[in-house]
């Protein structure tokens, strides 16, 4: 089993240097701009990091599991953002984060991977397992039914508008229970669904022992905490020097930098050809953060300074459904052309103009 190679060495000790010139500026008090840079860019490497190795964890198991993996602990910078950020009374940032987390995910990196895919395929097409798309896009428009019934009542100022907490609880809870009674039986498959039809290229294994992998994902997990915390620090003094909104820093800057690990992991697994593992790293993770993360976030705010709902403002309550519709109608018949890809790319491109002028 080979170590490190010596580009990913370098990386690792340049990601390091980041985290700590994070640190440093963020107690050093710096000026606000290069705090926000410079965080940013450790966010973004300890997200690798935290790809990296769980692509090597995830060389032990199925695609399914991997794809589940590479999620779920590719989602911690996104979680550690939303909860300091309520902690400090940023709901509008912590609000976006979480809706640009979705957008980013289903729009511009599933698009630039079905891009890349389609480029790799013989014949132009990218092909994958139907299953996983399908189940995404259920998940996505239950959480989107709850956002978008508050919307209407807010707007009709019904009675129950005056609730959107206790609706909100409620609305989470089932959420949880639904994406429960999906991903179980999802990982007790140990390969992506369908996957029986039509397999990946087979993986090559771990070159990490498991000491090494499992280290790197605590050292990252834990750094990724304290980075976090740094960069909603430097987040509003920077937003006011560069003059933009919270929303488009939300929507855009920390999407991107938070799905650092989808970015990544998922073009480099389209340009492999490994086209149901690609999808499932994008498609798990916009489950898992409409499905999941959302109303857990929303049930940890009550404890928090900040409370979050599903109360959204009208803008992006169309985008979350006029992207569940995307999503149903691009990727749910398992097979994607690149026109569709830079198509889903050009609806977050739009959207992230929009929110600069929010």
Same mark, same amino acid.
């Not at 991107?256 to 798990?284: C, H």
């Given at each position: 089993m080979s170590a490190l190679s010596t580009r990913e060495h370098s990386a690792l000790l340049a990601i390091a240097l980041f985290t700590a010139l994070a640190g440093v500026a963020d107690y050093g008090t710096w000026a606000p701009v290069p705090r926000f840079a410079i965080a940013t860019v450790a966010l973004a490497g300890l997200a690798w990091v935290v790809s990296f190795a769980t692509e090597q964890l995830g060389e032990r198991f199925g695609a399914g599991v991997t794809g589940m993996l590479q999620s779920t602990l590719g989602n911690l910078p996104e979680l550690f953002v939303v909860i300091f950020a309520l902690q400090k009374g940023e709901l509008i940032v912590a609000q976006t984060a979480i809706v640009g987390s979705i957008l980013a995910n289903a729009l511009l990196v599933l698009g630039l991977v079905i891009v890349v895919g389609a480029h790799r395929a013989p014949d132009g097409v990218m092909r994958?397992?139907?299953?996983?798309?399908?189940?995404? %896009?259920?998940?996505?428009?239950?959480?989107?039914?709850?956002?978008?019934?508050?919307?209407?009542?807010?707007?009709?100022?019904?009675?129950?508008?005056?609730?959107?907490?206790?609706?909100?609880?409620?609305?989470? =809870?089932?959420?949880?229970?639904? /994406?429960?009674?999906?991903?179980?039986? /999802?990982?007790?498959?140990?390969?992506?669904?369908?996957?029986?039809? +039509?397999?990946?290229?087979?993986?090559?294994?771990?070159?990490?022992?498991? +000491?090494? *992998?499992?280290?790197?994902?605590?050292? %990252?997990? *834990?750094?990724?905490?304290?980075?976090?915390?740094?960069?909603?620090?430097?987040?509003?003094?920077?937003?006011?020097?560069?003059? =933009?909104?919270? %929303?488009?820093?939300?929507?855009?800057?920390?999407?991107?930098?938070?799905?650092?690990?989808?970015? *990544?992991?998922?073009?480099?697994?389209?340009?492999?050809?490994?086209?149901?593992?690609?999808?499932?790293?994008?498609?798990?993770?916009?489950?898992? =953060?409409?499905?999941f993360l959302f109303p857990l976030l929303v049930l940890v705010s009550f404890a928090l300074a900040t409370t979050l709902t599903f109360a959204l403002a009208p803008v992006y309550i169309g985008a979350l459904a006029l992207t569940a519709l995307a999503l149903a109608q691009i990727t749910g018949d398992g097979e994607a052309a690149a026109f569709e890809g830079w198509a889903l790319v050009a609806l977050y491109v739009i959207l992230g103009t929009l929110t600069l002028y929010e």
């Open positions: 994958f397992s139907k299953r996983l798309p399908k189940d995404t %896009a259920t998940l996505l428009i239950v959480t989107v039914f709850i956002i978008v019934l508050l919307g209407l009542s807010f707007s009709a100022h019904d009675p129950a508008s005056h609730h959107v907490k206790t609706i909100s609880i409620v609305g989470a =809870i089932c959420l949880l229970v639904v /994406y429960a009674t999906w991903v179980v039986p /999802y990982l007790r498959s140990d390969v992506a669904p369908g996957s029986a039809e +039509r397999a990946d290229p087979a993986p090559r294994g771990p070159r990490l022992s498991l +000491r090494l *992998t499992l280290t790197l994902l605590f050292v %990252a997990g *834990t750094a990724s905490a304290f980075v976090s915390d740094w960069f909603v620090n430097a987040l509003a003094p920077a937003i006011v020097q560069l003059h =933009i909104s919270q %929303a488009f820093a939300g929507l855009v800057i920390v999407a991107i930098a938070g799905n650092a690990v989808e970015n *990544t992991a998922g073009l480099v697994l389209a340009w492999k050809g490994r086209s149901d593992l690609a999808i499932s790293v994008v498609k798990n993770s916009v489950a898992q =953060i409409a499905a």
